[in-house]
């Protein structure tokens, strides 16, 4: 079969996955218990039984359980590999053509940069993804040439971050709509990457500068959405056809509500940013899950950049992280509810227009 007929095909494919079931996917993952956790005698509040259907029950308390539904449920047992074994159609259509997006959502310290960071000896789905997109890359050498070039942003306080300037910058970064109507931030490094190799240093050089200028780095960390952005420019060898599309990897800011009592002055504002972009995000997701004629993008920062790869012919993908623990529950069930909206199969009621 030669390429571009087996592409064609694909794209056949993809539409009609499309069209039965929607963009947006929701993965649902839940962090294990710590070892301290289970000698503190702290039992999971997670029923998995129907987790290889997409089910998962909360012991709310008592005997009541309270279940949802997502397109994937891991258990605690689901590693690495496992996760970026469902992601991985979706992050090589980007190869094709098609922008993607994928957010890690959930309150801090439920495994947001576990799933897409990892560490060294546990990469996510950042570092994987970039590994397969050169593998495919290589494998498709005869047909198509690719250029990949990577961009490493910080949200915070409605603010974009350069993760990858060599030097702080005092200049405010702002979105700015080309005329062919993309949507882009002039001056912002775009690294160009050629091999795997290169990859986990350029990734670490912007998980490194996440820390720079605060004091705690892992409540800055917390407080901020860190997007990797993947470009992918593909020139078609038999027509010479060039295509651009991007992939977009976002560890979003702790979904944690705060009580308001104990918030003031810069706090206040951190929370209600955050507050605001994710409930943005939310919005614009089950807009476009409910096509509705105005998609909400310019009610925040995030949901503006990613403006071109939300909606449309793009994928969405959503990993619902949570915390297997019984204090957690009221975040649990937040996490479970805004998932189960974003996913737009339980419509609410007809949405106000903005
Ligand atoms: P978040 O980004 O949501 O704040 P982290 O990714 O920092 O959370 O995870 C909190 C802690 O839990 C980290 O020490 C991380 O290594 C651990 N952790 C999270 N998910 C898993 C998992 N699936 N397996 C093993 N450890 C995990």
Redesign the pocket.
Known sequence: LKFSEEQAKRKVLYNQIQEAKGNIRVFC?C??LRKEEISAGNATIIDFDAAKDGELGILTGGSTKKIFKFDRVYT?KDDQVDVFADASPMVASVLDGFNVCIFAY??????????MEG?EQNRGVNYRTLEQLFKIAQERKETFTYSISVSVLEVYNEQIRDLLASAPTSKKLEIRQASEGVHHVPGIVKAKVENIKEVWSVLQTGSNARAIGSNNVNEHS?RSHCILCIMVRAKNLMNGEYTKSNLWLV?LA?SERLAKTDVQGERLKEAQNINRSLSALGDVISALASKSSHIPYRNSKLTHLLQDSLGGDSKTLMFV?ISPLEQDLGETLSSLNFATRVRGVELGPARKQT
């Open positions: 993952r962090r294990p605690p959930g309150q801090t310290g439920t495994g947001k940069t576990f799933t560490s917390s560890d702790g992280q």
